[in-house]
C-alpha cells in the first residue's frame, strides 16, 4: 500500500485471497476467564466472500469469539490462521493491519471526534506521516491528508452520512453513530469485516438500512463479513452460514433454513417454549429483539 | 450504490475533489482578519509596553511553550504527567552547561559558553533524549499511577540538580550568561534594521519565534494522523489498537515530543532569569501546568497560551494593578492571597462549568455555532434516544468494550 487509496475497488486486497482457501480458520479454540470457559474448542471456517453469521443467546461466547480475532484476549488453546498467517502471533494493533476491521458493539468510545476524523483515523494503518512529517504538515503530508479525505468522503457518500460529515460522533443519533462506525471499517480497507451486533438498540427503519448496507457490502464488494448479531430476522435472512454457540460450545453450523430446523437450536434459544424462530424473512426485518 | 467506480489513482492524483481538501491555516477571511487583529495588538504592545509588562509577557510566553508541551502530552494523548518541571529542568541545565561562562567561581561551574543556537535546540534534544529512554517503563503505566511515576521524576531530578555541583551549582544555582546573537547580546539595546530594541524586546522576539513554531508543530501534528491517533488512544486505548494505532509507538512520541518542548521551555526560562537553582523546578511548577491546561482548555493550543497567561501572567498582572499590599504580616488581604484565591476559584469554576477552558467558552460563545462539547459535560455525549420504541437506551461511556479481564482505556478524557 502506498498511502494512496485504491479507488478501483474499495475492498482493494481482495485479489490477494485464495478462493480456494478459507480465508479465515479457527481451530480448536478455547478462552477461559479464571474458571469459566467462555469457549471450547470452537472450530469453523470462513470462505472468501462469505456472509458469516455467528448467533447464540446472551453469554454464548459471541463477543469473546471477536476478542480473540481482535487479539484482545489471549486463547487459553487452539489456532486461528486469517489469510494463510498465524493471527494468535499478532499484536492488536496489527490485526487492522493484517486486514481485519472490527465495528464496536457499542458507540461513545471517541464522542468528540467528528465523524469524518473518525473514518481518517480509520486509515490510520492507509497513511503514513509520522510526527516529523506530521508536525511540518508539508508537501507529502498534505497530499495524503487530502487523498484520504477524499476517500473518506466518497465512503460517507456511499453511507448517506456526508450530511454530518463535521458534527462530532457524540452529538449524532445512536443509528447514526453505529452507521458512521460502519463507514470507518469500511474506510480501512478491511479483508474481512467483524460486524459486532450492528442493529443492537437501532429502529427497525434504521436497522431495515443496515440491512440493506451490509448485502451491498456482501454483494458489491465481495467484502468477507461475520456478523455477531441477536436480531434473527437479520441473521437469517442475510446470512449464507450460521454457527450457533451456547455456553462457549458450536451447537449447530450451517446454512440459515438447517440451523433453524435445528432442535438444539431451538432449544437453546427458545428453552423449554418450544415457539417458532422468526422465519427467514423478504421483508427485513422482522423482529428487533432489543 | 456502492459500487460506484471511482477515478483511477492515477486521474485522483490530478484532480483531487476541492470538498476533500484540508482546512488551510489561513484558509478563511475570518481567520486572515483574526491575524490581522493578532499581529495589531503584537506591535501596538511591542512598541507602547513598559520593561515591567515585558517581564510579565516573556515569562507567560515561555510558560505556554511548557503548557503546550504538557497539553500534547496530557490533554492530546491523555497520559497524566506531573514531571513537566523535571524535563524543564533537564532542559535548563542543559542550557546552562553549554551556553554557561567558562567556570569561575561556585556561582559560575562548568559551562562551555557555547551560543544560543547550539544549547536551545541541545536542552530541547537533552530532554526528549531522557524522556525516550524513560518512557517505555513510565509509559506502561495509566492514569494515576503514571502521574505517580512522573512525580516520582521531580523529586529525583530535584536530588540530582542539587547534587550535581559540577554542572547546577548545587542549592545555590548558577549563573546564566546573556544569550549573544554574533555581535549583540541581549542584555543591552540593540539596534535591529534601525529600530533601537530594548532587551525585553529582544527577549520578546526570542521567545515569540520560538513559541510560534512550536504552537505551529503541535496544532499541525492535531490535524493530522498522529494528532487522531493521539486523541484515540487518550479516548479508548483498546478501541485505538482495534483501529490500528500502535499504542506504544503514539505514547512514546507524545512523551519525547513533549519532553523537548519542555526542555526548550526550561532553557528559555533559565536564559531569561539568567540565573537558575533547583528550587525552580518544583512540583508546584508542574502542578500549574497542569492547572494551564485545564483553565485554559484541554487538547487545544490557542487554550494552552490563554491557559498560562490565566495562571502565569494574572498572578503579576493582579499585583501590577492591585492597590493591595504584596504580603501582609496578619490579618488583612494581600495580593498574594488574592491571587491564591482567583486562582482556586477559576480552576474550580472551570471544571464545573466549562470543561473546555477558557478556549472552550470563547468558542461557544463566538458567531459560527455551538462547538462539540468536552467529555464529561453529560448526557449529551452518550445518550441515545432510541425511537419508535418504549425503552430509552442510554448508552453509558464508561461501559465499553468487553468485559473482564481486557485492558481499559484511562477513561479520562477531557475533563479529567
Known amino acids: 500500500m502506498s498511502g494512496r487509496p485504491d479507488h478501483s475497488n474499495l475492498a482493494s486486497d481482495n485479489h490477494q485471497i485464495n478462493p480456494r482457501e478459507p480465508?479465515?480458520?479457527?481451530?480448536?479454540?478455547?478462552?477461559?476467564?479464571?474458571?469459566?470457559?467462555?469457549?471450547?474448542?470452537?472450530s469453523f471456517a470462513v470462505w472468501p466472500g462469505e456472509l458469516f453469521a455467528v448467533i447464540g443467546p446472551n453469554g454464548a461466547g459471541k463477543t469473546s469469539l471477536f476478542n480473540v480475532l481482535s487479539r484482545v484476549y489471549q486463547p487459553e488453546a487452539g489456532r486461528v490462521t486469517f489469510a494463510g498467517q498465524d493471527l494468535l502471533r499478532l499484536k492488536p494493533y496489527q490485526v487492522a493491519r493484517a486486514g481485519i476491521a472490527r465495528t464496536f458493539q457499542n458507540m461513545g468510545q471517541f464522542p468528540t471526534m467528528t465523524v469524518l476524523e473518525y473514518l481518517l483515523l480509520g486509515r490510520h494503518t492507509r497513511m503514513?506521516?509520522?510526527?516529523?512529517?506530521?508536525?511540518?504538515?508539508?508537501?507529502?503530508?498534505?497530499?495524503?491528508?487530502?487523498?484520504?479525505?477524499?476517500?473518506?468522503?466518497?465512503?460517507?457518500?456511499?453511507?448517506?452520512?456526508?450530511?454530518?460529515?463535521?458534527?462530532?460522533l457524540g452529538s449524532l443519533p445512536y443509528g447514526l453513530q453505529k452507521r458512521a462506525d460502519l463507514a470507518r471499517a469500511l474506510a480501512m480497507e478491511p479483508q474481512l469485516l467483524l460486524l459486532?451486533?450492528?442493529?443492537?438498540?437501532?429502529?427497525?427503519?434504521?436497522?431495515?438500512?443496515?440491512?440493506?448496507i451490509i448485502l451491498e457490502i456482501k454483494e458489491q464488494l465481495g467484502l468477507t463479513q461475520i456478523l455477531v448479531e441477536h436480531d434473527m430476522a437479520l441473521v437469517?435472512?442475510?446470512?449464507?452460514?450460521?454457527?450457533?454457540?451456547?455456553?462457549?460450545?458450536?451447537?449447530?453450523?450451517?446454512?440459515?433454513?438447517?440451523?433453524?430446523?435445528?432442535?438444539?437450536?431451538?432449544?437453546?434459544?427458545?428453552?423449554?417454549?418450544?415457539?417458532?424462530?422468526?422465519?427467514?424473512?423478504?421483508?427485513?426485518?422482522?423482529?428487533?429483539?432489543? | 450504490m456502492i459500487a460506484t467506480r471511482e477515478p483511477g489513482p492515477?486521474?485522483?492524483?490530478?484532480?483531487?475533489?476541492?470538498?476533500?481538501?484540508?482546512?488551510?491555516?489561513?484558509?478563511?477571511?475570518?481567520?486572515w482578519l483574526w491575524l490581522g487583529v493578532g499581529v495589531l495588538a503584537l506591535l501596538l504592545f511591542f512598541s507602547l509596553a513598559s520593561d515591567d509588562w515585558f517581564t510579565i509577557v516573556n515569562y507567560c510566553l515561555i510558560a505556554a511553550i511548557a503548557t503546550l508541551a504538557l497539553n500534547l502530552l496530557s490533554g492530546y494523548t491523555g497520559q497524566i504527567s506531573l514531571g513537566l518541571a523535571f524535563f524543564?529542568?533537564?532542559?535548563?541545565?542543559?542550557?546552562?552547561?553549554?551556553?554557561?561562562?567558562?567556570p569561575a567561581g561556585p556561582l559560575d561551574p562548568w559551562g562551555l559558553g557555547l551560543p544560543v543556537f547550539i544549547w536551545l535546540p541541545a536542552a530541547g534534544l537533552v530532554a526528549a533524549l531522557v524522556g525516550a529512554l524513560i518512557g517505555p517503563s513510565a509509559l506502561r503505566l495509566r492514569g494515576f499511577y503514571l502521574g505517580i511515576v512522573t512525580l516520582a521524576l521531580v523529586f529525583i531530578g530535584n536530588y540530582l540538580f542539587r547534587n550535581l555541583t559540577f554542572i547546577t551549582g548545587g542549592p545555590q544555582g548558577r549563573n546564566f550568561p546573556v544569550p549573544a546573537f554574533g555581535g549583540f547580546s541581549l542584555d543591552q539595546q540593540n539596534s535591529i534594521l534601525g529600530i533601537a530594541l530594548t532587551s525585553g524586546q529582544q527577549y520578546f522576539l526570542l521567545i515569540l519565534v520560538v513559541l510560534l513554531l512550536s504552537a505551529l508543530f503541535v496544532y499541525n501534528l492535531s490535524r493530522s494522523r498522529v494528532g487522531r491517533a493521539m486523541r484515540a488512544v487518550r479516548d479508548h486505548e483498546v478501541g485505538a489498537a482495534i483501529m490500528g494505532v500502535n499504542l506504544f509507538e503514539v505514547k512514546m512520541g507524545a512523551f519525547v515530543l513533549s519532553s523537548f518542548l519542555a526542555g526548550v521551555a526550561?532553557?528559555?526560562?533559565?536564559?531569561?532569569?539568567?540565573?537558575?537553582?533547583?528550587?525552580?523546578?518544583?512540583?508546584?511548577?508542574?502542578?500549574?501546568?497542569?492547572?494551564?491546561?485545564?483553565?485554559?482548555?484541554?487538547?487545544?493550543?490557542?487554550?494552552?497560551?490563554?491557559?498560562?497567561?490565566?495562571?502565569?501572567?494574572?498572578?503579576?498582572?493582579?499585583?501590577?494593578?492591585?492597590?493591595?499590599?504584596?504580603?501582609?504580616?496578619?490579618?488583612?488581604?494581600?495580593?498574594?492571597?488574592?491571587n491564591a484565591l482567583l486562582y482556586g476559584l477559576l480552576i474550580i469554576v472551570f471544571l464545573l462549568f466549562e470543561p473546555g477552558g477558557v478556549i472552550g467558552l470563547v468558542r461557544r460563545l463566538r458567531p459560527g455555532g455551538p462547538r462539540p462539547q468536552k467529555l464529561g459535560t453529560g448526557a449529551s455525549a452518550g445518550a441515545a434516544v432510541k425511537e419508535g420504541s418504549e425503552s430509552i437506551e442510554v448508552v453509558d461511556l464508561q461501559q465499553r468494550l468487553p468485559g473482564p479481564g481486557e485492558e481499559r482505556g484511562s477513561g479520562g478524557t477531557g475533563a479529567s
Open chain 1, 23 to 42: 480465508l479465515l480458520r479457527v481451530e480448536q479454540l478455547s478462552v477461559r476467564f479464571a474458571g469459566v470457559r467462555a469457549l471450547s474448542e470452537v
Open chain 1, 128 to 168: 503514513h506521516s509520522g510526527i516529523l512529517r506530521a508536525g511540518l504538515f508539508i508537501g507529502p503530508t498534505r497530499r495524503e491528508e487530502w487523498e484520504n479525505r477524499a476517500y473518506c468522503l466518497h465512503i460517507l457518500d456511499l453511507l448517506n452520512l456526508k450530511e454530518v460529515r463535521d458534527r462530532p
Open chain 1, 196 to 212: 459486532d451486533e450492528p442493529v443492537a438498540g437501532m429502529s427497525l427503519e434504521e436497522t431495515e438500512e443496515i440491512a440493506a
Open chain 1, 236 to 290: 437469517m435472512g442475510l446470512a449464507d452460514r450460521v454457527l450457533v454457540l451456547d455456553f462457549g460450545r458450536v451447537i449447530a453450523e450451517g446454512r440459515p433454513e438447517e440451523v433453524q430446523a435445528n432442535p438444539a437450536v431451538i432449544k437453546a434459544y427458545l428453552g423449554e417454549e418450544s415457539e417458532q424462530l422468526p422465519a427467514p424473512a423478504d421483508d427485513l426485518p422482522a423482529v428487533s429483539e432489543n
Open chain 2, 10 to 31: 492515477s486521474r485522483l492524483r490530478q484532480e483531487l475533489p476541492r470538498e476533500a481538501e484540508p482546512p488551510r491555516l489561513l484558509g478563511s477571511l475570518a481567520r
Open chain 2, 88 to 102: 524543564m529542568g533537564l532542559g535548563g541545565y542543559t542550557a546552562a552547561l553549554l551556553g554557561g561562562n567558562p
Open chain 2, 266 to 338: 526550561g532553557a528559555l526560562y533559565v536564559s531569561y532569569a539568567r540565573y537558575v537553582i533547583p528550587d525552580y523546578w518544583s512540583l508546584s511548577l508542574s502542578i500549574q501546568f497542569v492547572a494551564a491546561i485545564i483553565i485554559g482548555g484541554i487538547a487545544d493550543v490557542w487554550g494552552s497560551i490563554l491557559g498560562a497567561a490565566f495562571v502565569f501572567a494574572l498572578p503579576q498582572v493582579i499585583d501590577y494593578f492591585s492597590l493591595l499590599p504584596p504580603s501582609t504580616g496578619g490579618g488583612g488581604l494581600s495580593s498574594g492571597d488574592l
